[in-house]
């Protein structure tokens, strides 16, 4: 079962001398790195991966049709230039919604720790879906009348 669950989640199997090791029978080593947003959010921490759910779905939701993939190792979602991406961290998900949203919700954005173009929603506390989905669906009206800086 260890092996299996280490396997799923993608996390670095270990022997006794602390030496990664390789499933038996083929050739992939268990650190490998997330090449989907599925498997980046299989890779995180068991306690975090169904906020990560929610927060994809939301996206999702508010940005139909859009290109999802990874960009700087992190779960991006694109139309013709990046809308969003969103990194785990230990104690928060990191939430980069480019500088112009961050500026356009900073009332909402109070509670939240921000910079220029991130937002830092920490992880013992609820995702706040609405303003999300709001700023991500701004994102799209940016996208769509051409002002995105981002290169997807």
């Known amino acids: 079962m260890f ?24 050739f992939t080593s268990y650190k490998m790195k997330p090449k989907t947003i599925e498997e980046y959010i ?14 994809h779905e939301c996206i999702r939701a508010a940005a139909p049709g859009a290109t999802e993939g990874l960009k700087w190792s992190m779960p991006a979602y694109s139309y013709q230039k990046i809308l969003v991406t969103f990194a785990v961290f230990k104690k928060h998900i990191g939430f980069y919604p480019m500088p112009s949203a961050v500026k356009a919700f900073k009332k ?27 700023i991500v669906k701004f994102r799209v009206k940016e996208s769509k009348e051409g002002t995105i800086k981002w290169r997807s």
């Open 3 to 26: 092996l299996i669950a280490s396997f799923l989640s993608f996390a670095p199997a270990i022997n006794e001398y602390g030496k990664e090791f390789y499933f038996p029978g083929t």
């Open 42 to 55: 299989y890779s995180a921490p068991a306690e975090v991966q169904e906020k990560l759910w929610e927060l």
């Open 108 to 134: 909402d954005l109070i509670k939240y720790k921000t910079a220029e173009g991130s937002i830092q929603f920490p992880l013992d506390k609820p995702l706040p879906f609405p303003l999300i989905k709001k």
